[in-house]
C-alpha cells in the first residue's frame, strides 16, 4: 500500500525539478527523492502537464484551493508523484516535509491522490511544522455525505480504518465520523464489534461492527486495507 502525494509545479522537465530539489536540500536522481540532511528518501515519478489539474484540485479541495493559488495551478508545467509506504504515520511525517519543503522551489499545491483530496498550501505547511492529529485528517481524508449518512476515504494513509454511517440526516453523520476519525487516531482505543460510540454526552449512540472495504477494489489506491467501521444508530 503507497500514500501518494501529487505535486504540480513550475518545472519544464526533469533537469529544472532536480536543479530545484538542490536549492530545497534534496537530491533527486532517478526513481526517488532524498532529503539530504535526514536521510529519508521517497519514489518520485515526474511527469508532463495535466490538463485536468485545475479542476482537480478545485473539486478534491470542496473549494478552499481558490484565487491565485488555484489560477497557478492552472498554470503548472509539470507533475510530481511522491510516493511512500502508507498507514506509518512515522513514515508519513518526512513524506509531509519532502512535499512541503518544494513549495518555495516551483510545487504549487499537494494533493493525496490515495484519498482524492487536496487542502491549501497553508494548512500543509502548518501540518509539517505540527504534525497534529486534526491536520493530519483534514489534510489526508476526504468525508463525503450521501442521502441518508456519511463515509470516509483516506485512513488508511494513517494505519487506521475508514468510517461509515448509514440511516442518520447527513449533517449528523458528517459530525460523528470526523469525530470517530479523530478518536482512532488520538486515542488508538481498541475497538469491538457491538461497542458503541457517541460523539458526546447526550448525543445519538452508535453501535460498531467492522467490515471490510468493499467500496474501492484492492488495487485501487482509495482502498482501505485495514477495513471500515460502520456505525449503526441504537
Not at 530539489?21 to 518520485?44: K, M, N, P, Q, Y
Not at 504549487?108 to 483530496?117: R, T
Not at 457491538?194 to 489506491?221: H, N, S
Amino acid at each position: 500500500m503507497k500514500t501518494v502525494l501529487c505535486l504540480p509545479g513550475t518545472w519544464g522537465d526533469r533537469e529544472e525539478f532536480r536543479a530545484a530539489c538542490g536549492r530545497a536540500g534534496l537530491a533527486a536522481a532517478g526513481a526517488f527523492i532524498v532529503d539530504t540532511l535526514s536521510g529519508a528518501h521517497l519514489e518520485v515519478d515526474f511527469q508532463p502537464r495535466d490538463e485536468r489539474m485545475r479542476e482537480a484540485f478545485a473539486a478534491s479541495s470542496g473549494g478552499e484551493v481558490e484565487g491565485a493559488e488555484l489560477e497557478a495551478i492552472g498554470e503548472h508545467r509539470s507533475v510530481v508523484y511522491l510516493l511512500g509506504d502508507g498507514g506509518d504515520l512515522e513514515k508519513l511525517r518526512p513524506m509531509v516535509q519532502i512535499a512541503v519543503r518544494l513549495l518555495p522551489y516551483g510545487a504549487l499545491g499537494i494533493k493525496v491522490e490515495s484519498a482524492g483530496v487536496s487542502a491549501p498550501i497553508e494548512r500543509w505547511m502548518e501540518l509539517s511544522v505540527r504534525f497534529d492529529p486534526f491536520g493530519l485528517i483534514r489534510c489526508f481524508v476526504v468525508a463525503a455525505t450521501t442521502e441518508d449518512g456519511a463515509y470516509s476515504c483516506g485512513m488508511h494513509n494513517l494505519g487506521l480504518p475508514d468510517v461509515e454511517i448509514a440511516g442518520v440526516p447527513p449533517a449528523e453523520a458528517s459530525k460523528t465520523l470526523d469525530q470517530f476519525n479523530l478518536y482512532q487516531l488520538v486515542e488508538h482505543p481498541s475497538l469491538k464489534d457491538g461497542q458503541t460510540f457517541a460523539r458526546e454526552q447526550g448525543a445519538r449512540a452508535f453501535r460498531l461492527k467492522k467490515l471490510a472495504c468493499t467500496r474501492f477494489p484492492e488495487d485501487d489506491p482509495f482502498h482501505n486495507p485495514f477495513g471500515v467501521w460502520h456505525l449503526q444508530s441504537t
